[in-house]
């Protein structure tokens, strides 16, 4: 079957020198998807790029190695040596792109069977990052076809709002979605400016191109004997270290503790030397954090970790091994990448958490809610889950976020956000500490802090070339 519209095929070979001259005049726009593109995708290693007459969006795009599929040879421009033009793709050009970017989907003559065709093709690590448009934009693109013989009169009608159904039946699912470009019209220093105000909520509903990433439905195992590393950051925890003992005792074998203390002031190593003499069978390990704050301690807990899965579990012991155990099966059996544990869903225990710290992480929830374009009710919850592998493109991105994050919590979700994992949110039952004060004090301060990160996120995520 032609991959493409005979319609299209024929317009981009009877028109190529007014396509070229269109291409010329509106750079500035394929430059600022290319831009935006850069800023959804970490140090990409190969990319596949299928595109009808605008391989110029290439020319910026940052990856080891880029293959595009050009819907004509006047198109072909080797913008830098790392692109190649491929008239046939087979399943070997595809397996190993950690990104496949589809800017064509509008003149495919099957995108049905493309996109599945695809999905059963990447690896389950890739992403598919789809270029459509906005639904009114279309009809205003239709009224300027009339005028203006920029594109084909006739091709598939796809916008974004109707792909999300066609996604589903492909084998693929949404895990992030943005909106770009609301002037396409080039005016100095005034379109820069307009399309980076149109980023922000509710005015982005203008904007003429949706970019979407996608992944792999079904790309879990059901494999529940993963080994599962818990990272447990101690500081002057000396009574709720013993606590641990009778719960690390009826666990899974495929389970290690790793204790990381940070500078305690406490007897918080002894209790933990106690837990592992005791517990010769479990594998108990120790480790001296770097006395700075609790997110850094984590890291470096993470570092020396050997499970498949890594879940960062506070040494309060407010959460439960059952919803942790619980949670642990949703990352096995299910699609998700990230699972970050919600304490506000369930009724918590008396006196779990304090009112001003529950008014903070609902404000914080909410702000997180526009920032993902989902659903995000504890961003604070010290419960994180995730796999071991993907620690090693979400490290890349933290303490990278305006402020050093003191807790991690905001640099873990943001950075799993930022490289496409998908997130999802598991309840679990709060319970009161204890033992011991909780370290989260100085609340104007971290709120502050908290803030920062949040603003400074969003301009880096949106607005930022």
């Not at 020319?59 to 190695?65: A, G, L, P, R, Y």
């Not at 940070?262 to 120790?286: A, C, P, Y």
Request: net charge positive; with cysteine; aromatic share 14%.
């Amino acid at each position: 079957m032609e991959y493409y519209l005979k319609s299209s095929k024929q317009y981009y070979e009877n028109n190529s020198s007014s396509r070229l001259k269109f291409l010329k005049k509106k750079e500035f726009l394929f430059l600022e998807i290319s831009k935006f593109i850069n800023n959804c995708i970490n140090d990409s290693k190969e990319v596949f790029l299928f595109c009808a007459g605008n391989s110029v969006i290439s020319k910026n795009i940052k990856s080891e190695k880029i293959n595009i599929k050009e819907i004509n040879k006047d198109y072909e421009k080797n913008y830098d040596d790392s692109i190649k033009y491929k008239n046939y793709f087979e399943k070997k050009d595809i397996e190993n792109c950690d990104h496949l970017i589809i800017a064509d989907i509008e003149h495919q003559n099957n995108p049905a069977l493309n996109l599945l065709k695809l999905s059963n093709s990447i690896n389950d690590d890739a992403r598919i990052i789809i270029l459509s448009k906005n639904f009114f934009w279309m009809f205003v693109i239709k009224i300027l076809k009339f005028f203006f013989n920029f594109s084909p009169n006739q091709n598939n009608f796809l916008p974004s709002s109707y792909l999300t159904n066609l996604y589903s039946s492909c084998n693929l699912e949404i895990v992030r979605s943005e909106k770009i470009i609301a002037l396409p019209i080039k005016i100095p220093f005034i379109t820069n400016f307009f399309n980076k105000i149109f980023r922000l909520p509710i005015l982005n509903w203008f904007c003429i191109l949706n970019i979407t990433i996608l992944k792999k439905i079904d790309t879990f195992s059901s494999n529940n004997n993963k080994k599962v590393s818990f990272i447990v950051p101690c500081k002057n925890e000396e009574k709720n270290i013993p606590l641990f003992k009778n719960q690390i005792k009826n666990l899974n074998e495929n389970y290690e503790f790793l204790f990381g203390d940070d500078n305690s002031s406490d007897q918080t190593k002894e209790e933990i030397d106690k837990i592992r003499n005791e517990l010769i069978n479990k594998k108990i390990k120790f480790y001296e954090g770097p006395g700075i704050c609790k997110s850094q301690n984590v890291y470096k807990g993470i570092e020396f970790a050997n499970g498949e899965i890594v879940v960062i579990y506070d040494a309060d012991l407010t959460v439960s091994f059952e919803d942790i155990n619980f949670a642990i099966n949703i990352l096995n059996n299910s699609n998700a990448d990230f699972i970050n544990c919600t304490r506000m869903i369930y009724p918590q225990k008396e006196g779990a958490m304090k009112r001003f710290n529950f008014l903070g992480n609902s404000f914080f929830a909410f702000l997180f809610s526009i920032l993902f374009k989902k659903k995000i009710t504890d961003t604070l919850c010290g419960t994180k889950i995730f796999y071991k592998k993907d620690w090693f493109k979400i490290k890349k991105d933290v303490s990278n976020w305006g402020a050093k994050d003191l807790w991690g919590d905001f640099d873990l979700l943001i950075s799993a956000y930022k490289n496409n994992l998908k997130i999802l949110e598991v309840p679990v039952t709060y319970f009161e500490r204890t033992e011991g004060k909780t370290k989260m004090t100085n609340i104007v301060a971290n709120a502050s802090r908290m803030l920062w990160i949040v603003i400074y996120s969003y301009y880096k995520l949106r607005l930022k070339d």
